[in-house]
């Protein structure tokens, strides 16, 4: 019995190809605190005083609440540079334009990024079609799983996915043996 154990483990081992996946994912730990960040600096800025001027973070979307553009492009850049120090890449950002609000308040929306859209991924698989590298590519809900014989294909996959000039921040994770 221990002999066809070995040998399925064996066979299994054989069958499994190395592979990796390409994904796109914020760390919602660390945007929470860089936004709590962003909002004690707020609060203790001259500035700032008397002012009701915050971040909010509800999912995927940061709502900058200010009195007017210009304190809302002052509070973007506290959150950009409490994103940098908690090293959250700002490719994860799209920053929509101030809008007005009740009275002569302004908020700005900043949607985050999370996963590679249909679009990203097709684009990504013609770049590695394109390159004649002996792997394949398949789209797997919002990740792109890359497999290859050999190991050495694996990592120029890598290199050349990270040239390709993604309008995101891209990740190589569970990368198989």
Do not use: Y
């Not at 066979?11 to 962003?38: G, I, K, W, Y």
């Not at 700005?108 to 698989?125: E, K, M, P, S, Y």
């Amino acid at each position: 019995m221990s002999n066809a154990i070995t040998t399925a483990l064996v066979v299994v081992r054989a069958c499994t190809v190395p592979s990796f996946d390409v994904v796109c994912e914020v760390d919602l730990n660390e945007v929470r605190n860089a936004v709590d960040q962003a909002n004690r600096e707020i609060g203790t800025r001259f500035d700032f005083k008397g002012s009701d001027s915050r971040v909010e973070l509800a999912g995927h979307v940061i709502t900058l609440h200010a009195e007017d553009d210009f304190k809302a492009g002052q509070i973007l850049e506290i959150l950009n540079n409490k994103m940098v120090k908690r090293k959250v890449d700002l490719g994860f950002l799209e920053v929509e334009d101030p809008k007005p609000a009740a009275g002569d308040r302004v908020t700005q929306v900043v949607r985050l990024f999370d996963g590679i859209d249909q679009d990203l991924a097709r684009r990504l698989i013609k770049v590695v079609k394109t390159s004649k590298m002996k792997v394949q590519t398949a789209i797997q809900g919002e990740k792109l799983r890359v497999s290859g014989k050999k190991r050495d294909d694996l990592q120029e996959t890598i290199s050349l996915l990270k040239s390709a000039g993604a309008d995101r921040p891209l990740q190589f994770v569970n990368f198989r043996d």
